[in-house]
């Protein structure tokens, strides 16, 4: 049985009633109680029960107002170096024992609040206080917090608020400690910005007072667990089947594919999902700033980057990563996203013997995709030509697929574009597949054979790839169920 982690419980500074009486003969709450606390236990316990939502919400007070006025109590009597070896069930157990005994007003809640209040308790002390509910929802993809009184999130597309309850600032602030204490960081006055990985692949951004007005401010991406393939994809209407396995092809074919979108399009869900086609046979090295690819291969190296240490040292970026991991004999490289002078190592890597990489870039439409790894490369590059800079691109990334989050909150291909050439020193593309505008999900194929119909052969996927190529030259509607 595991110790008990209230060792320093606070001496009563009434007289205490015996035991067999506390047990047997509880003392009315009008006479044991003081007059606040008997009031509140005669709302909860005398008042005519409210029914539906009205009942709920007045719980959900009662529960957060008690938890907040017993919190002080409990830490105070808390041995927090044996509460640490519990597990979040266990110490449950010992709080109810707890507030059994020592806490009078808790003890005139119902047992469903009761339980309840235990459970904001133990949220606050082992986990992420009244957030916990929300990592506990699969249809919750942010959290985004913006000081104490403003709580908002993403449920299926869409952003919400939601009734989120702080103590006060510091509590707010202690939670934002807590979640950087998880990944072996600190926000504080001196280091008032954290971007990180939680444990379980969440992705999040910190940054506290004086930078936040505010109050402290965090946004966390959640990690979906599950694995999703193209065929899952094709059945949330982000693109047709048959769009679905001209990307099948492309990654079998091992083509260098620039996946493009903005923020919160779905391009690392999307990379995710193509690279479920890749072969078993072939050995892959992943860059990231924080890993949440979830490759199903059995030949995979993971590399993640590192951020400057509080004495500034110590950074190791995606560049550098990208360096070491043309030295490592992988087959293709996956890059989490590019952003900086690491796209001239990505594209001499997919220029030099590693086809079928992928990586992922923010822009709103193929042409700007395009127009940003150019502008990476003059950063870094300054000296060479501007056409030879182009030429580098053209011989490099083979396909763009671009994504987009629609104002109704749905994520879909809108564009699959080949990079087909120069003409002068202007690259040209040509769309294969465009989403038309509307909700309608209607995608249009321009029935066109790409430029890269060499790599398809060598894959003995061309009558596949002509048959899709052909299944409507002007316009072709595959609406999915």
Known sequence: MPRNVFGRRPKPTAPQPAPAQATHNPPAPAQSAP??????????AGAPEPTGPTRRQTSDGVVADMAAKIHPTVVQSLDMSKAADLSRDELAVQLQSFLDTEDSVASDLTPLDRRRVVQRLVDDIKGLGPLEPLFNDPHISDILVNGQKSVYVERRGRLEQVDIRFRDEQHLLNIAQRIAGWVGRRVDEASPMVDARLPDGSRVNIIIPPLAIDGATFSIRRFVARGISLADLAERNAFIPAMGRLLQICAKARLNILVSGGTGAGKTTFLNALSREISNTERLVTIEDSAELQLQQPHVVRLETRTKSVEGTGEVTIRDLLVNALRMRPDRIIVGEVRGGEANEMLQAMNT????????????????????????????SGDIPLTAMRRQIVSA???????????????????????????????????????????????????????WMASVDAA?????????????????????A
Do not use: K, Y
Not at 35 to 42: F, G, P
Not at 353 to 380: F, K
Not at 460 to 480: F, S, Y
């Open 35 to 44: 007059q606040t606390q008997a009031r509140t236990a005669a709302a909860v």
């Open 353 to 380: 013997g590693h086809p079928g990489s992928m990586c992922t870039i923010h822009a709103n439409n193929p042409r700007d995709a395009l127009m940003r790894l150019e502008n990476m490369l003059m950063q870094t």
């Open 397 to 451: 990334v083979d396909l763009v697929v671009q994504l987009a989050r629609l104002r109704s909150g749905h994520r879909c291909v809108t564009s699959i574009t080949d990079v087909v050439g120069m003409e002068g020193d202007i690259v040209t593309t040509e769309e294969m597949w465009r989403r038309l505008p509307g909700e309608e999900h209607t995608f249009e194929n321009t029935g066109r054979q790409p430029s």
């Open 460 to 480: 003995g996927l061309r009558a596949e790839l002509l048959e899709i190529l052909q299944m409507g030259n002007a316009r072709n509607v595959e609406a999915a």
